[in-house]
């Protein structure tokens, strides 16, 4: 079954830009049967859809960050990425990567807390 | 926008009974509907999708509800690790765009 694993920084300043990357394990990235997404938790609060891509590459935000969000794929090392412009602490949150064959999202990756503060 | 509501936001309920949470949607999502349960610190699981197709290894006394605007999922007789929250999830426009809603939490009474 697949794993899924975020990485990245758990601090970003105000204004700068929030880099994640998930590691995806026990499958291929490039199968034609998932999308891949990413999801945020802000503390104490419930679930935020951020964008979702395919592995050809096609990408489908939330309208409420699509001008700030940018995703994408690197197959070669079975990875997705997600870049968040201009944050703000209005960003702090948990952010989750997650698959999903089009009837929900059914492998989740345990989730890493990015905190916006100078 | 498709806007998702859950109720209540908090569910009292003692062990064993059985628990009934709602979810409604701003315009009609067909069967496109996902129920995920969350305990604290952990990543949501995908309980139900179809509306009413458990997920695999989800125990039979899940079961979802509901097609269109309305939707409920029911878990029979609660078990001590179903303390939790749970949201509901559209995808009927998927791709491009999913929507949460706000989330029941279902407390020990």
């Known amino acids: 079954q697949l794993q899924l694993q975020e990485s990245g920084p758990g601090l970003v300043k105000p204004s700068e830009t929030l880099s994640l990357t998930c590691t995806v394990s026990?499958?291929?990235?490039?199968?034609?049967?998932?999308?891949w997404g990413w999801i945020r938790q802000p503390p104490g609060k419930g679930l935020e859809w951020i964008g979702s891509i395919y592995y050809s590459g096609s990408t489908y935000y939330n309208p409420s960050l699509k001008s700030r969000v940018t995703i994408s794929v690197d197959t070669s090392k079975n990875q997705f990425s997600l870049k968040l412009s201009s944050v703000t602490a209005a960003d702090t949150a948990v952010y989750y990567c997650a698959s999903s064959t089009g009837e929900g999202l059914d492998y989740w990756g345990q989730g890493t807390l990015v905190t916006v503060s100078s | 926008e498709i806007v998702m509501t859950q109720s209540p936001a908090t569910l009292s309920v003692s062990p064993g009974e059985r628990a009934t949470l709602s979810c409604r949607a701003s315009q009609s999502v067909s069967s496109n509907l996902a129920w995920y349960q969350q305990k604290p610190g952990q990543a949501p699981r995908l309980l139900i999708y179809?509306?009413?197709t458990r997920a695999t290894g989800i125990p039979a006394r899940f079961s979802g509800s509901g097609s269109g605007t309305e939707f409920t999922l029911t878990i029979s007789s609660l078990q001590s690790e179903d303390f939790a929250v749970y949201y509901c999830?559209?995808?009927?426009?998927?791709?491009?765009?999913?929507?949460f809603g706000g989330g029941t939490k279902v407390e020990i009474k």
């Open positions: 179809g509306a009413s």
């Open positions: 026990g499958g291929s990235i490039s199968s034609s049967s998932y999308y």
């Open positions: 999830q559209q995808y009927n426009n998927w791709p491009p765009l999913l929507t």
